[in-house]
Structures are given as structure tokens and as C-alpha cells.
């Protein structure tokens, strides 16, 4: 069948838009394809999937062509119609055409690593582009995949290179042209008033959801709703009868709303110990032989973990790299939208460091790459740790490094030389780390495990297992070593994309605190998360201090009273009693019975306590942050 288009010049915007459609469409073809075995829902729901791609597809075109109907509404017709105009036309029509197929790239490649359309963290990666490119340059064949593209936009050109002639061929009058750029600038109002960024949000299975929106759309529409406004969007409960309940959790006596401050004491005397705190990139628990994996690709930690304190229902907070330091370092629920590490005015917040700081501790955060990235240097600037990333390293220190830092050899090597330099001064230190090889291109010094670099992430895990051997074998040479409590934790797992909107599954993480002299071996299996790892490691040397945590200290809770707060951008969950509870905006409750087996869901008004409790630790920490309490 041919396609006739009519003699206007703003047909040219349709068959744009037609090759959008055509384009989006094959794209969601593939991704259904690609998750097939994920996809558990009826057919009817599918073909409704694709429906409401078009929707979103429209909507993104409708704002796309604005700037594109001003010109064709502006430019007379002897302008229009020259020579020089139509080359521009073309031009601009041929770039047109090659960022669509350039964004439909983007969306596979961005679907591959993170299970999801292009959303909020595509754009937190605009703003440092030489870590992205880099690592999109060593981790793709960018130069064939770009070549690709560019033979897929001629292609297409010159399959529909009459169509575009013919818009050239029609003498509009302005009053027309005005008639007709009325009907198309309504469109994109209709979008605004009618299509909610969470619209396509139809199905239980998230996969699904995901097919049906456009990464153009959600690109944007994460641009503009980075930070989340907490009482707006979510349901809220009254005030002083949620304090009371979060109260009650945290054993606070006080009256004042939300206030969470309370006095932690110990039976027993303090000790003065340092402490290394080892946040690994992306360690999942199903990594660890301890949790299921069959390749071995963990061998020391797999024996290391027979020597400490093993925690084995261990949950990250969220499923980005700020999320789990947000936790770590203040031990805080996580927030709708935008991390508080990113967030502006976010200094002298309580934390672990400031804890120790008081107490006269060189408290240090030391990351392998630059610490600009996600904003994690002036976040922990403003709240008193001293800084140690890549540009501190020496030319002799730098022996490999990718798009992210240095391999992790190379950060712990330097962890050994800034704690041999507070001992000598006779100061007690507090090192928090992150680590950067586990992370794509994957890619670390040869020679070292028997896995080639680059290939995959079980070689980064394996690497990162045989960097953090050698760091405790050199540590143990150490006058230090016996009064140093090791902390190995994850910031998040390798990927959090299922059916599901919050995979409890892919939220379990590792935990292990070593120190032979001090920490006993045991495997705690307290249901547990990031935000427990503070006062846990203040509860190991008997610290006495008024607390502002929401973190309970886990060696000293009873396993009854365990729950792990988990989330991603908008969903904010709480585990608990193997049910999982999560808010959502547009004022959604959602329960889920047996989140980790079959998966059912449960009416809210039947879970009374419990909806109250994940609003509870929500409610009020949106609280204390909008009112700047939880400062010292």
C-alpha cells in the first residue's frame, strides 16, 4: 500500500511522525521479545500495552514538534520552496532522523543495563559525561553501533525521500498555515492535562508498564520531577499519631513532633577502635557461593565470611550507588525522588562520621574515582569527612584505571597508607570507601584471577574478591590490624528490574563485620537493611551519644522485630513479617504477601498496622528533612 500524503507542508511532520510510530513500535516489539519469559499477564493486556505506547509516543511527539510547526508557520513561501530551504529541511530532517534512531539505541542499551525505559538516572548521567561516555566508549563497539545508525537514517531517507518532496509542492496561505499550527500546538496541551507521567503504570508486572511508555517522554518528565514533593504526591496520615508510632519504634520519650532524638547507652565501658567501612559496587547476595551462586566466583569472602559476623537477611535500601551511602552514612529512609546526597543544603546532617568525629576519629571518605560524580564529595565535605578520590592518587599510585577509578587493588593500597599514617600520629580513623571495578566495562588489571578483564561482571566480582584479599592479608601485617573493625557491605544489587515494582529479591545484599579480637563469629539472621549499619558499628564499641538514626542496632535486636526499608524513585517500601508494604504517588497503598515466593496481593484496609507503619518511617523522615531537624 502506498503511502499518499497530502500537499501541505506540514506533512512533513507526519511522516516524521509515522516513522516515530513505526520505529517505537519495533523497538517495543524487541523488548517484548527480550523479557517473553517475564511476561505473565494475559495477551489482552499486551496488545493494551501497545496502545498505550502510541499514546505516549504521540504525546512525545506533540511536544517534540513545536520548535518544527513555529518555522513551518513563520516561513513564507518563497522562502520555503527555495532551493536553499529545502537542503536545510533535509538537513534538519536527516538529524531528525538520526536522533530518533540514535534514542532508540540509547533505549536498548539503557534497557539491557538497567531492566527500564530511560528514566531519572539517565538524567542524573548528563550531568558528568566524561565518566558516561568513557564508559560507554570502553563497555560498546561505539564506532560500528554509531556506523549503524548512520546507514539506518540514509536508508530510511531515501526509502521516503518523495514523500518529503512533495511537502515542498503546496502554496499554503498564512491563514491556513495558522488554522492548522492551532490544531498542533493543542495537541501538547491535551498531553500535559491528560497524560500523567505515571499513566502507563497499568499492570501488576513492571516489565510490562515499561514497554508501554516512551524513554523520550520519561527522559523529560524525570528532568522535571527529579525531587518529589512528599505531600503532594503521596497518601498522609495525621501528623502527631505517626510521630507517636515512629516513637514507639525507636524508644524516643520526648514530645516534640518527629523528633527522634534519644539517649543510646551501653552496659560496658567504650572502645576506642578504628573502623574501615567497604561499601562494594553492585555486590549482589546471589554473587556469594553463601547465597546460591555455583561459580565461585567469591572464594575468599566465601571463607572470610566463617571468621565474623555473617548478616544473611541483609536488604539495600535503594538501587543506585547514593542511595546506599545516603543510608550508610545517616541512616535515614530513603526519599521520594532525588537522594539527599544530591540534594542541595545538605550539610551537617547527623551522621556515623560526625559520631566519631566528636570523638576525635580522622573520619575519611575514600573513593577510587572523581568524587564530583553524584555529588558524593561535597556531600560528605559538608558533614565533616575528609576527602580521598582520584585526584589525590599519585602517577606511581594510578597503575589501572577505566571511565570510573582506579581498580580497587589501587584504593585499598592507599586505605593501607592514610591508616598507617593516623596510627603513627596515634588517632583513631573511621574510613569509609567505595569501590568502583564492579561496574561496567568491567574491566581491571590482567593477570590477577583467571577471568579476562572486560568480558563480564563476574570477572569485576572476582577481581573485586581478590582486591579486598589482598587488602586484609596486608592489613594483618599491621600494628593496627587487631583494633580495626572491617565492614564489607554493598551499596546495591547488580540490577533491581523485575515484574514486580519493588523485587524484594533483588534488594538482598551482603553484610559482614570482621575484627577476631572483637566480633565474634555468628550468623545473625535478623531481617535488616542499610540504615542498620550505624548504630550497629556504634553498638560494637559501646558509644554512649544521643542518637538521631532510625537505624536499630541488629546484634541487639530481637529477630521478631526486624524489617528492611527498601525503594526505588517513587516507590517507598517497608519488609516486614514477609509482607511488603509500599506507597506510591497518586496516594497508592500497595501489600504484597510472600514478596519473596508467590507474590500476592492484599487489600491495605485489612493491614492497618502495617500501612501505618511504612508511613510512619516515611511521613516523618519527609518531616525532619523539610524542616531541617536532623541537623547537629
Given at each position: 500500500m502506498r503511502l499518499v500524503l497530502p500537499r501541505s507542508r506540514f506533512a512533513i511532520l507526519g511522516l516524521?511522525?509515522?516513522i516515530n510510530l513505526v520505529s517505537f513500535a519495533l523497538l517495543r516489539i524487541a523488548l517484548l521479545v527480550k523479557q517473553w519469559a517475564d511476561?505473565?499477564?494475559?495477551?489482552?493486556?499486551?496488545?493494551?500495552?501497545?496502545?498505550?505506547?502510541?499514546?505516549?509516543?504521540?504525546?512525545?511527539?506533540a511536544y517534540l514538534l513545536i520548535p518544527f510547526t513555529l518555522y513551518l508557520v513563520v516561513m513564507p513561501h518563497r522562502w520555503y520552496?527555495?532551493?536553499i530551504s529545502k537542503m536545510i529541511s533535509a538537513i534538519v530532517f536527516l538529524i531528525s532522523l538520526y536522533g530518533l534512531f540514535f534514542l532508540i539505541l540509547a533505549e536498548w542499551t539503557f534497557?539491557?543495563?538497567?531492566?527500564?525505559?530511560?528514566?531519572?538516572?539517565?538524567?542524573?548521567?548528563?550531568?558528568?559525561?566524561?565518566?558516561?561516555?568513557?564508559?560507554?566508549?570502553?563497555?560498546?563497539?561505539?564506532?560500528?553501533?554509531?556506523t549503524g545508525v548512520f546507514v539506518i537514517t540514509v536508508s530510511v531517507f531515501w526509502i521516503v525521500r518523495h514523500h518529503f518532496a512533495v511537502t515542498f509542492q503546496n502554496e499554503e496561505t498564512f491563514s491556513r498555515r495558522i488554522k492548522i499550527a492551532g490544531f498542533l500546538f493543542l495537541l501538547p496541551i491535551v498531553s500535559y492535562f491528560s497524560i500523567h507521567r505515571t499513566t502507563y503504570q497499568f499492570s501488576q508486572n513492571t516489565y510490562l508498564n515499561e514497554i508501554a511508555a516512551n524513554g523520550g517522554y520519561q527522559f523529560f518528565s524525570a528532568f522535571r520531577n527529579n525531587e518529589l514533593n512528599y505531600r503532594q504526591f503521596y497518601r498522609l496520615a495525621d501528623d502527631a499519631q505517626l510521630s507517636q508510632k515512629i516513637k514507639t519504634q525507636l524508644s524516643v520519650t520526648n514530645e516534640s513532633l518527629y523528633d527522634i532524638k534519644r539517649q543510646i547507652t551501653a552496659d560496658e565501658p567504650e572502645k576506642k577502635?578504628?573502623?574501615?567501612?567497604?561499601?562494594?559496587e553492585s555486590l549482589s547476595a546471589d554473587y556469594l557461593t553463601k547465597f546460591g551462586n555455583k561459580n565461585k566466583i567469591t572464594p575468599f569472602m566465601d571463607n572470610w565470611f566463617q571468621d565474623g559476623a555473617l548478616f544473611t537477611n541483609f536488604y539495600a535500601t535503594g538501587t543506585r550507588t547514593i542511595r546506599g551511602l545516603e543510608a550508610l552514612t545517616l541512616s535515614i529512609p530513603p526519599t521520594a525522588g532525588q537522594s539527599i546526597v544530591k540534594r542541595p543544603d545538605n550539610e551537617r546532617l547527623f551522621n556515623l562520621g560526625h559520631v566519631l568525629q566528636e570523638r576525635g576519629y580522622d573520619t575519611a571518605f575514600l573513593y577510587g574515582g572523581m568524587g564530583y560524580f553524584d555529588n558524593m564529595n561535597a556531600f560528605y565535605e559538608g558533614n565533616g569527612y575528609r576527602i580521598v578520590d582520584q585526584n589525590q592518587f599519585t602517577s606511581e599510585e594510578v597503575t589501572f584505571k577505566n571511565a570510573w577509578g582506579v581498580s580497587d587493588d589501587i584504593i585499598f593500597n592507599r586505605t593501607i597508607k592514610e591508616a598507617d599514617n593516623d596510627f603513627s600520629q596515634d588517632k583513631p580513623f573511621f574510613f569509609q570507601i567505595m569501590t568502583t571495578t564492579n561496574h561496567r566495562p568491567y574491566s581491571y588489571p590482567e593477570g590477577k584471577i583467571d577471568i579476562p578483564s572486560g568480558k563480564s561482571r563476574e570477572g569485576a566480582v572476582k577481581y573485586t574478591d581478590y582486591a579486598i584479599q589482598e587488602f586484609i592479608k596486608t592489613a594483618k601485617t599491621k600494628p593496627w590490624f587487631d583494633n580495626t573493625i572491617f565492614v564489607m557491605v554493598a551499596d546495591h544489587c547488580a540490577g533491581s528490574a523485575r515484574k514486580t515494582d519493588l523485587p524484594v529479591d533483588k534488594y538482598h545484599i551482603p553484610l559482614f563485620i570482621y575484627s577476631p579480637k572483637h566480633v565474634p563469629v555468628v550468623e545473625n539472621?535478623?531481617?535488616?537493611?542499610?540504615?542498620?549499619?550505624?548504630?550497629?558499628?556504634?553498638?560494637?564499641?559501646?558509644?554512649?551519644?544521643?542518637?538521631?538514626?532510625?537505624?536499630?542496632?541488629?546484634?541487639?535486636?530481637?529477630?521478631?522485630?526486624?524489617?528492611?526499608?527498601?525503594s526505588n524513585y517513587q516507590k517507598l517500601g517497608l519488609f516486614k513479617d514477609n509482607k511488603l508494604v509500599y506507597l506510591s504517588p497518586q496516594q497508592?497503598?500497595?501489600?504484597?504477601?510472600?514478596?519473596?515466593?508467590?507474590?500476592?496481593s492484599v487489600a491495605p484496609e485489612t493491614q492497618t498496622d502495617l500501612v501505618n507503619d511504612v508511613m510512619s518511617y516515611y511521613q516523618s523522615a519527609d518531616y525532619i528533612w523539610t524542616h531541617r531537624l536532623s541537623r547537629y
Open positions: 516524521f511522525f509515522v511476561i505473565d499477564t494475559p495477551i489482552v493486556q499486551v496488545l493494551y500495552a501497545f496502545v498505550m505506547g502510541v499514546i505516549y509516543d504521540s504525546a512525545f511527539y520552496g527555495h532551493s534497557w539491557d543495563e538497567f531492566g527500564v525505559r530511560l528514566n531519572f538516572i539517565a538524567v542524573d548521567y548528563l550531568i558528568y559525561t566524561h565518566e558516561v561516555v568513557q564508559n560507554i566508549i570502553e563497555s560498546y563497539p561505539l564506532g560500528k553501533l554509531l577502635l578504628n573502623i574501615i567501612l567497604i561499601t562494594v539472621t535478623t531481617l535488616s537493611s542499610q540504615i542498620d549499619v550505624a548504630p550497629t558499628l556504634l553498638g560494637l564499641l559501646n558509644l554512649r551519644y544521643e542518637s538521631q538514626f532510625y537505624g536499630q542496632d541488629i546484634l541487639k535486636t530481637a529477630p521478631e522485630k526486624g524489617r528492611a526499608l527498601i497508592k497503598i500497595d501489600v504484597v504477601d510472600d514478596p519473596m515466593g508467590e507474590h500476592h
